[in-house]
């Protein structure tokens, strides 16, 4: 049997792999993809989706923090593991795009943490 935090944080996981993902993964690899309004909306919902998971009180704050983090490095990784299998000239620095990826996700992960932790305390 799955259990029920367990499953709200991989389900949390796979929101915010999607909505980062998607955007990003329909850009052109030399695209600037911060600037564009899908990405960003994207980032609103993985900051939205992280906000939900910890005002629920489902996991440790840290816990949501490091799950949420992965998002959207994840969605980098498939990515580079794509376009590497087609062309593996293409992204020989792989590593600090994964890093920038979880810099960019600091940028929604942790106002989405603050409101979250908010709720949950005035919730109390």
Do not use: C
């Not at 991989?10 to 899908?38: C, E, H, I, K, Q």
């Not at 980032?43 to 816990?63: E, K, N, P």
């Not at 949420?68 to 590593?95: C, G, K, S, Y």
């Amino acid at each position: 049997m799955i259990d029920r935090k367990n499953l709200w944080l991989t389900l949390g996981f796979v929101a915010g792999l999607l909505l980062t993902g998607v955007p990003y993964w329909r850009l052109p690899y030399n695209a600037d993809f911060f600037s564009d309004p899908l990405v960003l909306a994207g980032f609103v919902g993985l900051g939205a989706v992280t906000a939900m998971l910890a005002a629920s009180g489902i996991a440790r704050l840290s816990r949501i923090f490091w799950i949420m983090l992965a998002a959207f490095p994840a969605a980098v990784a498939i990515r580079v593991v794509v376009e590497t299998a087609q062309d593996p000239t293409d992204h020989n620095l792989w590593p600090f795009e994964l890093i920038l990826a979880a810099l960019f996700s600091l940028v929604a992960i942790v106002p989405g943490l603050l409101v979250g932790a908010l709720v949950r305390r005035l919730g109390r």
